[in-house]
Nanobody, 115 residues
Framework: QVQLVESGGGLVQPGGSLRLSCASSGIIFSSYIMGWYRQAPGKLRELVAIITSSGTTNYADSVKGRFTITRDNARNTVDLQMNSLEPEDTAVYYC?????????WGQGTQVTVSS
C-alpha cells in the first residue's frame, strides 16, 4: 500500500519560513519523480516544485528563489523549504509521487501565511 505523509504545515507570518516534509512508503522511492503541489481555496491545484530521481529540479515561477525542494533517497523523504513566505502562498500543500502511469498523492498539509 502506497503512503505519502506530509508534515510541517502551520501558521506563519509574512516573510517567515516553513519546512514541509513528505515520508513515503510502498513505492521504490528512488525511481519516482517527487513533487509538491498546492491548492488555494477556489483555485485549481498547481505545481510548486518537482525533483527527478537524479536530483534535477523545476519550480513554479512564483516560488523561484524562495522555495527549495530536496530529496533523500535513503530515507524515502522529500522536503520543501519555504522562505520569504507571502500571503499568496496560503494553500493546502500536497506531496506527489509520479512514475509514468503511477501517480500517488498525500493527504495534504495546510500552510497559512498571515499576520
Amino acid at each position: 500500500q502506497v503512503q505519502l505523509v506530509e508534515s510541517g504545515g502551520g501558521l506563519v507570518q509574512p516573510g517567515g519560513s516553513l519546512r514541509l516534509s513528505c515520508a513515503s512508503s510502498g513505492i521504490i522511492f528512488s525511481s519516482y519523480i517527487m513533487g509538491w503541489y498546492r491548492q488555494a481555496p477556489g483555485k485549481l491545484r498547481e505545481l510548486v516544485a518537482i525533483i527527478t530521481s537524479s536530483g534535477t529540479t523545476n519550480y513554479a515561477d512564483s516560488v523561484k528563489g524562495r522555495f527549495t525542494i530536496t530529496r533523500d533517497n535513503a530515507r524515502n523523504t522529500v522536503d520543501l523549504q519555504m522562505n520569504s513566505l507571502e500571503p499568496e502562498d496560503t494553500a493546502v500543500y500536497y506531496c506527489n509521487a509520479n512514475l509514468i502511469f503511477r501517480n500517488h498523492w498525500g493527504q495534504g498539509t495546510q500552510v497559512t501565511v498571515s499576520s
